[in-house]
């Protein structure tokens, strides 16, 4: 079993910056992908940036140049730096990570966090 713990959201003003972190444990042999999604009611769930193992990137169109995913595959941890921050970033921000937990097995599992509530608000 893999455990996703998320940290760092909160209220933020317009403008301002928080950093999502997302800690993942457990059963892991090694992580492919990392990534944060996110979803406001009334609307599907959304890949807000994603990133390899290899440290290749994606981004929605909608936060390139004002978000940066990073990840330390010694710790297992993912992040995402939110700048400039608009009150459409606003949602409740889930971590997933794809990951074989164990050696040779060629499956990847997918897993999901909690989430965690960004509300850009003045």
């Known amino acids: 079993q893999v455990q996703l713990v998320e940290s760092g959201g909160g209220l933020v003003q317009p403008g301002g910056s928080l950093r999502l972190s997302c800690a993942a444990s457990?059963?892991?042999?090694?992580?492919?992908?990392m990534g944060w999604y996110r979803r406001v009611p009334g609307k599907e769930r959304e890949l807000v940036a994603g990133i390899l193992r290899s440290t290749s990137t994606n981004y929605a169109g909608s936060v390139k140049g004002r978000f940066t995913i990073s990840r330390d595959n010694s710790k297992n941890t993912a992040y995402l730096q939110m700048n400039s921050l608009k009150p459409e970033d606003t949602a409740v921000y889930y971590c997933s990570v794809q990951a074989y937990t164990s050696r040779g097995s060629g499956i990847l599992y997918t897993y999901w966090g909690q989430g965690t509530q960004v509300t850009v608000s003045s």
């Open positions: 457990g059963s892991i042999f090694s992580i492919n992908f």
